[in-house]
């Protein structure tokens, strides 16, 4: 079985400073891990991806993760956030084998930027 | 380019009654997922179709039914309608099934409101 677990629900930050999203998974298999973003009233949309290649993955709009077996951790950082970051994403775990692609999907962070 | 496109972007519905969703997944992509996300939650995985049969199969109520079409589109079918079938309703595309698949590309999702 798998899970992913996003430590925090709600993030402050002000804009021209780091983003930090936790992202914690358990999966049996070594799995796919993305991590997606929601904006308000608007469909998924993919940040980035592991696939089990580098470990750090470098994603759309200057976002990028780590990937750390030895932690289960999947971590989201931008050097600087902008007011257009603010949105809810998902850190999201696939697991590899023949399980198809039911995406679990972790609680969510709802990232806010003060100006 | 060309995305996952989902109709009707809004429905209001009373309950008892029922309700058609459509997908229309990237072109050539010949399979296709549902996904719910009630009000502040994350999104829940109901059902999957690869080459027009099911594929796999989540927390999709019995009330539920969907299918894919032969041009890979795909309808999701609510009947009986409950307070708490409302929930933004997504649909996925990617090309192939299982580990090996690309990667989902999400629509922007279909909002259904029961009264």
């Known amino acids: 079985a798998q899970s992913v677990t996003q430590l925090d629900s709600h993030v402050s930050v002000s804009e021209g400073t780091p983003v930090l999203l936790r992202c914690n998974y358990s999966?049996?298999?070594?799995?796919?891990l993305f991590w997606y973003v929601q904006h308000p009233n608007k469909g998924l949309q993919l940040l980035l991806k592991?696939?089990?290649?580098?470990?750090l993955v470098k994603g759309i709009n200057g976002f990028e993760a780590e990937f750390k077996k030895s932690e289960t951790s999947f971590h989201l950082t931008k050097p600087s956030a902008h007011m257009s970051d603010a949105a809810e994403y998902f850190c999201v775990v696939n697991p590899a084998g023949d399980a198809g692609n039911m995406l679990t999907f972790g609680g969510g962070t709802r990232l806010m930027v003060k100006p | 380019a060309a995305g996952v496109i989902q109709s009707p972007r809004h429905l209001i519905k009373e309950k008892r009654e029922t309700a058609t969703l459509k997908c229309y997944p990237i072109?050539?992509?010949?399979?296709v997922y549902w996904y719910q996300q009630g009000p502040g939650q994350d999104p829940q995985f109901l059902i999957s179709?690869?080459?027009?049969?099911?594929?796999d199969k989540g927390s999709i109520p019995d009330r539920f039914s969907a299918q894919q079409f032969s041009d890979y589109h795909s309808e999701l079918n609510m009947s009986s309608l409950e307070l708490g079938d409302s929930a933004l309703y997504f649909c996925a595309s990617s090309l192939g099934a299982g580990a090996g698949a690309n990667v989902l590309t999400f629509g922007a999702g279909s909002r259904l409101t029961v009264l």
């Open positions: 179709f690869y080459e027009k049969m099911q594929s």
């Open positions: 072109p050539r992509h010949d399979t």
């Open positions: 592991y696939t089990s290649a580098a470990t």
């Open positions: 999966s049996s298999y070594s799995p796919s």
